[in-house]
Structure formats: C-alpha cells, structure tokens
C-alpha cells in the first residue's frame, strides 16, 4: 500500500502554493483520493510521476519523506555508477539511495539502474575483493544496503492492479544470493506485475508448493551458485514438465553456463534485468491481444 500524502507536504515539496496543489488534484492533473471528509490525499508514486511529467522541480525532497538531497543531481548512468562503488564501500546508505531515486527521477527505468548501476557496481566490488582493496564486510555491507534501497524504490512504485498478472521467484537451494531474484521482482513491479521474490536458498520441492498455491504466470529463479549441477538440473526439469504450457519459466544468473543451459528446459534465459523487462512486455503483449477488446 502506497504512503498518502497531504496537498500541503506536496506543496512543500515542490515549493508551490497549496492551492495549486488543490486545483492540479481537482483537476485530475496528480492522481488523487478524498477522505470520507472530503481531504485530498496523494499517493507518493504519484507525487512522482507528476514530476517527472511536469518537469516540477522536487525543491524539498524530505517533505515527502525522501533522502533530502533527491532531484538535485542530473548525472549519466556511468558516473552514477562510479558513484555507487565508492557510496557502498563507504557503507553509506543515504548516498546510494540518494543516486537510485536520481535515476529514477531522471526516468531511467529500474532494469537499467540494476543492470548499469547496481550490478555493474557488485562487479567492481567483487574485483577489489579479489585483489584485496576490499573486505568481505564491506561486500556484505553493501548487499544489506542495495536490498533496503531496492526496497525503498517498491515504495516510489504504483502498486499493481489486482487483476495484474502474478509473477513469483526465489534463488535455488544452497545458493546464497538474494540481488538477483529481489531486483527481478522490483523490474516486475514496475511493469505492472503483481511480483514478489521467495527470496535466496529455496529448496525446489517448496518452490512447487509455492506454484501450487499461487499459480502465478510467470516463475523465475536466479541462479548464482549451484553446488549440484546435476540435481538441480534433474529436480529443476521436473518442476518444469509439471507446469509447462500453465507457467512461463525465466532463469538468470552466472551459474547458468551455457553447457548446464543445454540441459535446461525454459520459456525464457536472460543475461540481465533489461531481457527480463522486454520478455515480460512480450508475454502481456499476448495476452493483451488474445484478450476480447
Ligand atoms: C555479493 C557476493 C556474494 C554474497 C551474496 C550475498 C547476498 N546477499 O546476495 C555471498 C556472501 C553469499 C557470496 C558467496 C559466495 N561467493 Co560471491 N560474490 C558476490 C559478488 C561480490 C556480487 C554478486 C551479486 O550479487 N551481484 C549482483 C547481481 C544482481 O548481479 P549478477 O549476479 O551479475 O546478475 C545479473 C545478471 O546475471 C542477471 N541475473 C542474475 N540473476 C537473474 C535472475 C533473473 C530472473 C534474471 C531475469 C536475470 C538475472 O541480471 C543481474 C543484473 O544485471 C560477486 C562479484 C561479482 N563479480 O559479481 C562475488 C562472486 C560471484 N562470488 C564468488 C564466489 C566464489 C563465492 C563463494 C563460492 C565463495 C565461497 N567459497 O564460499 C560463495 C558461494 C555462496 C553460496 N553458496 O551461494 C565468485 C564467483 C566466481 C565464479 N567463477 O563464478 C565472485 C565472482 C567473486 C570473485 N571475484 O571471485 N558472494
């Protein structure tokens, strides 16, 4: 559920009279709803959307309960993401969130700020690492402040409607990474999926009961470290048999080479969170036009 916003935080915000907040909402300029007494209250993606559309500018970021500093900066995805490294190595979570919703704002889309930003970020950080320019604290660190910041953009996202198609995911048993399957169900979100991530180190015996019960659309699994190729492969397979034809299957990950993919039945292999957003529109794009008009 979206946090609501009063015509006067929104005023503050964007450094307007609170009149014209009033007439915008009246007018239907910002999507808004009215309390049983009539109060208008604004839902914070739509806050944000308006100004994106609007080129309004988000004078006072704070007063919608956003990192103070947002919307002030224009920057190009590389130097963002040269910014991130040294804003997660740092362990400062203020920064990183302050570069995400600048992004956002800047209308990248969130496959791209995963895919350019954070990752790429992770990639850096994972050659320090190597080479001994950075702790194992600081890589753990930095994953606990992308997950809170990925959290945090949900928030700056519209919810789905209820009737938007389900999509559900996890990373397998004894795989410990929980990046790739959280921004998966982020970059659902913002294609207006109902999405949501099982998380990491899911036996797939639970991810069938999870399919029973929920039968979603769409089923992912990020797939990092397998320390069983064959098994995985064996029980992975077997799920899919049991579901093809009702549930699209998208795997990702760097533990997916391509000799393991061979063995692999799926709807869909993506190297990034871009294949995953293009595969997504396709499938709504099917049902759209299967749909009576
Ligand atoms: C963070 C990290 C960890 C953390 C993860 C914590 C967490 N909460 O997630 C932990 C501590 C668990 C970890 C453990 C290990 N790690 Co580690 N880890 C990393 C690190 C630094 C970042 C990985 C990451 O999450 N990146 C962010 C994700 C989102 O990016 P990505 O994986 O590239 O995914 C992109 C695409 O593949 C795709 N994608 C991925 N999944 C999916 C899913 C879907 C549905 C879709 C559509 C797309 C998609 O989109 C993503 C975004 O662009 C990498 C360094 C690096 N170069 O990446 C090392 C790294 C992967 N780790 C490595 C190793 C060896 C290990 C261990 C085996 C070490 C050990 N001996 O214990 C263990 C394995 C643990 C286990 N059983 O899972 C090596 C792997 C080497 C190799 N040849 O594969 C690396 C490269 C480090 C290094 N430089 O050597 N690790």
């Known amino acids: 559920m979206n946090r609501l916003l009063t015509t006067k935080q929104v005023a503050r915000a ?3 009279s609170e009149s014209s907040v009033k007439r915008w909402c009246d007018k239907g300029v910002i999507a808004a709803q009215y309390t ?3 109060h208008r209250r604004i839902a914070l993606p739509d806050v944000l959307a308006f100004v994106k559309r609007s080129k309004c500018e988000l004078v006072q970021p704070d007063a919608l309960g956003l990192p103070s500093r947002v919307g002030h900066a224009k920057s190009s995805l590389h130097r963002a993401q040269e910014a991130m490294v040294e804003a997660l190595l740092a362990g400062r979570l203020g920064a990183c ?3 995400v919703i600048d992004l956002f704002l800047s209308e990248h889309r969130v496959a791209t700020i995963c895919d350019a930003v954070l990752a790429a970020s992770f990639h850096e950080i994972g ?15 930095a ?13 700056l996202l519209p919810s789905p409607p209820d009737a938007a198609p389900l999509a559900l995911g996890a990373a397998p048993e004894g795989d410990q990474y929980s990046l790739g399957t959280a921004m998966a169900a982020l970059v659902l979100r913002d294609n207006r999926w109902r999405a949501t991530s099982l998380g990491d180190n899911l036996p797939i015996a639970t991810l069938r009961a999870a399919i029973l019960r929920h039968r979603p659309k769409l089923f992912w699994l990020s797939c990092s470290h397998l320390a069983d190729e064959d098994r995985f492969a064996s029980e992975y397979n077997a799920l899919f048999e049991e579901f093809s ?3 699209a299957f998208v795997l990702g990950g760097r533990a997916l080479h391509p000799g393991l993919r061979k063995r692999l039945h799926y709807s869909a292999f993506c190297d990034s969170m871009q294949h995953l957003e293009d595969f997504a529109n396709t499938l709504r794009a099917g049902d759209q036009e299967g749909s009576p008009s």
């Open 245 to 247: 034809g009702q549930v």
């Open 14 to 16: 964007l450094d307007v």
């Open 36 to 38: 049983a007494g009539g």
């Open 127 to 141: 050659e320090r690492w190597a080479c001994g320019e950075a702790e194992i604290f600081q890589e753990r660190l």
């Open 143 to 155: 994953c606990e402040i992308v997950l809170n910041t990925l959290h945090g953009l949900e928030n």
């Open 97 to 99: 969130q302050q570069i």
